[in-house]
């Protein structure tokens, strides 16, 4: 099993910037992609940002260039570093980790507990 901590959630202004942190930790794992989901209330879980273990990433269009995933690979974890904040990306932000088991070699998902973060003056 894999655990997730995340960290780096607050409150900031508009236009304001953020760097959100997720450390994957365990044992007998190799992480296949990393990801970041936020949900607003009343609104269903969608993704903000995504990194696969080769490097490639995908961003939904209303984050492209303020928001920029990345890796430490040394130390398993990801980052989100947001800017030009703006209150409609006020959510519960979510790591999300896509890892395969290397005893059993199955694919698996596992999630953070979720970062607040409110854009706000």
């Known amino acids: 099993q894999v655990q997730l901590v995340e960290s780096g959630g607050g409150l900031v202004q508009p236009g304001g910037s953020l760097r959100l942190s997720c450390a994957v930790s365990?044992?007998?794992?190799?992480?296949?992609?990393m990801g970041w989901y936020c949900q607003a209330p009343g609104k269903q879980r969608e993704l903000v940002a995504a990194l696969t273990r080769d490097g490639s990433t995908n961003y939904a269009d209303s984050v492209k260039g303020r928001f920029t995933i990345s890796r430490d690979n040394a130390k398993n974890t990801v980052y989100l570093e947001m800017s030009s904040l703006n209150p409609e990306d006020t959510a519960v932000y979510y790591c999300n980790v896509n890892w395969t088991s290397l005893r059993d070699y199955a694919r698996r998902f596992a999630w953070g507990q979720g970062t607040q973060v409110t854009v706000s003056s």
């Open positions: 365990g044992s007998s794992f190799r992480i296949e992609a």
